[in-house]
T-cell receptor
């Protein structure tokens, strides 16, 4: 079956611009997670959705970052006024109800120039 | 807050050599433990996991890991590596309860296996 998909695979934007990153989880997976992975580091948690609601957004670094999941499936991570320090690979993962295993997407590589 | 340490950041081996990658975590409660692998150009995928029971866990592709609670460790091992094992390896820990199962990842170990 289809895995987690993320679009775009690469995004280059100028400092100060707004970007949206999309995640399409595995069908039926109610939990969705966003992570950020900087070069030479492991994935760092950003936000977790259970259904449509953000159950834990404690990892969002500041109020420039926001994520939505309006219908409990596709999620969009939104970054306002991008900064060069936002450059990283943004990963999405999903899991089925009650399952502790997460399935990761290929990531979106964001470069802020 | 929990943390995960992977002490080996870069490991270079020849084929058929044995592998052990260290992973230590700091958290006093009950944990779930994972090793993920990221092959070049591919996404993160689960290699093996420990939830409870036998502390020696077998994973895919001949990998295994041993949970030693007294040492807060979950080291990854493989008796004989292959060139195709070249990848980034990440250890991750979650609380065993709470519902969110948000993992904390180590910074990863880059493994290069020479043919």
């Amino acid at each position: 079956g289809a895995g987690v998909s993320q679009t775009p695979s690469n995004k280059v934007t100028e400092k100060g611009k707004y970007v949206e990153l999309r995640c399409d989880p595995i069908s039926g997976h109610t939990a969705l997670y966003w992570y950020r992975q900087s070069l030479g580091q492991g994935p760092e948690f950003l936000i977790y959705f259970q259904g449509t609601g953000a159950a834990d957004d404690s990892g969002l670094p500041n109020d420039r970052f926001f994520a939505v999941r309006p219908e409990g499936s596709v999620s969009t991570l939104k970054i306002q006024r991008t900064e060069r320090g936002d450059s990283a690979v943004y990963l999405c993962a999903s899991s089925s109800p009650g399952n502790r295993e997460q399935y990761f997407g290929p990531g979106t590589r964001l470069t802020v120039t | 807050a929990q943390s995960v340490s992977q002490h080996n950041h870069h490991v270079i081996l020849s084929e058929a050599a044995s592998l052990e990658l260290g992973c230590n975590y700091s958290y006093g409660g009950t944990v779930n433990l994972f090793w993920y692998v990221q092959y070049p150009g591919q996404h993160l995928q689960l290699l093996l996991k420990y939830f409870s029971g036998d502390p020696l866990v077998k994973g895919i592709k001949g990998f295994e890991a041993e949970f030693i609670k007294s040492k807060f460790s979950f080291n990854l091992r493989k008796p004989s590596v292959q060139w195709s094992d070249t990848a980034e390896y990440f250890c991750a820990v979650t609380h065993a309860s709470g519902g969110s199962y948000i993992p904390t990842f180590g910074r990863g170990t880059s493994l290069i296996v020479h043919p």
